[in-house]
């Protein structure tokens, strides 16, 4: 069987650095050869995803970048509650 990988028509591979990073909606943009653009969220980048798709057509692009060069994420109303939960003690 073949990987996923291998089955989706890459348009091109393109560099993070080459791509336009919004930092109100967390994602990276690329102009799409058909006038829109294409679009990939910091979230599914941290998450190891690499494939920037154009929500106006077919194409896809591949996106080159490291996980560790990422923007960190800016911290969720959760955050706080994660870190400040208490922990409970194991019954004995």
């Given at each position: 069987m073949a990987d996923d990988d291998d089955?989706?028509?890459?348009?091109?591979?393109?560099?993070?650095?080459?791509?336009?990073?919004?930092d109100a909606r967390q994602?990276?943009?690329y102009p799409c050869p058909c006038g829109?653009?294409?679009?990939i969220a910091l979230a599914d980048?941290?998450?190891?995803?690499?494939?920037?798709?154009c929500p106006s057509c077919s194409l896809m692009i591949?996106?080159?970048f490291e996980v560790d060069?990422?923007?960190?994420?800016?911290?969720?109303?959760?955050?706080?509650?994660?870190t400040k939960a208490p922990v409970a003690a194991a019954a004995a």
């Open positions: 089955q989706l028509a890459i348009y091109d591979e393109v560099e993070i650095e080459d791509m336009t990073y919004d994602l990276y943009h829109d653009r294409f679009e980048l941290q998450d190891a995803a690499d494939i920037a798709v591949r996106v080159i060069n990422l923007p960190e994420p800016p911290p969720g109303p959760d955050a706080a509650a994660v």
